[in-house]
Each structure stands twice: as structure tokens, then as C-alpha cells.
Nanobody, 125 residues
Framework: QVQLVESGGGLVQAGDSLRFSCAASMSGFIHYTMAWFRQAPGKEHELVSAMHRTCGSIYYSDSVQGRFTISRDNAKNMLYLQMNSLEPEDTAVYYC??????????????????WGQGTQVTVSS
């Protein structure tokens, strides 16, 4: 069974940095497009960043462009999200997600078939 386990959340102040990690249990990790979503209270899931499985193309939402960096270590089955200059608006539950089937980077939660349990980030002003 494929599992994704996130770690790295917490309570921080505006301007601080955090690094998320996502440990993936599936074989053939390199064949998965990997993404980070977040869900703030009362809002829908938002695609924060994603990295395509083959071409390595990367997506960032406008709200995190220039502050967040996604990376992956295929040898270790790990996905990371480095978050700098955190803002109160970044407060949310962050999820790691994996997609094995689509040819492109999907922006919808339904484009991803495997999800982690989520990790909370709270940014105080």
C-alpha cells in the first residue's frame, strides 16, 4: 500500500522558515508527479507547488512563488518543501500528494490519487 507521511509542521512567526518532508513508501517513486497542497480553515485545497515526474518541470502558486522551493530525492523516496519568509496567510494544513497517471501537473486534488495525513503550519504575526 502506497503511503505518504509528512513531517515538519509547527508554530512559527512571520518571516520564519520551515522545511517540510514527505516520505513515500511506493516503489517507482521517480514515476510519480509529486505535489504540495494546503487547506486553510474554511477554504478549499490549494495547489502550492508540484514537480513533474519525468521532465522535472515545477509549478508554484503565485502566492508562494519566490518564497517556497520544492525538491525531491528520488534515491530516498523523499519530497521536500522549503518555505521561507512565512506569512500569516500561509497558515494551513499542508498535504503531500502523488500522481502516477496524468501526463501533466494537475492542479486539482482529484488529479492526485495518494495523499498524506497532513501537517499543520500556523504562522503568527
Amino acid at each position: 500500500q502506497v503511503q505518504l507521511v509528512e513531517s515538519g509542521g509547527g508554530l512559527v512567526q512571520a518571516g520564519d522558515s520551515l522545511r517540510f518532508s514527505c516520505a513515500a513508501s511506493m516503489s517507482g517513486f521517480i514515476h510519480y508527479t509529486m505535489a504540495w497542497f494546503r487547506q486553510a480553515p474554511g477554504k478549499e485545497h490549494e495547489l502550492v507547488s508540484a514537480m513533474h515526474r519525468t521532465c522535472g518541470s515545477i509549478y508554484y502558486s503565485d502566492s508562494v512563488q519566490g518564497r517556497f522551493t520544492i525538491s525531491r530525492d528520488n534515491a530516498k523516496n523523499m519530497l521536500y518543501l522549503q518555505m521561507n519568509s512565512l506569512e500569516p496567510e500561509d497558515t494551513a494544513v499542508y498535504y503531500c500528494a502523488a500522481d502516477r497517471h496524468n501526463l501533466y501537473i494537475g492542479s486539482r486534488p482529484t488529479d492526485y490519487d495518494t495523499w498524506g495525513q497532513g501537517t499543520q503550519v500556523t504562522v503568527s504575526s
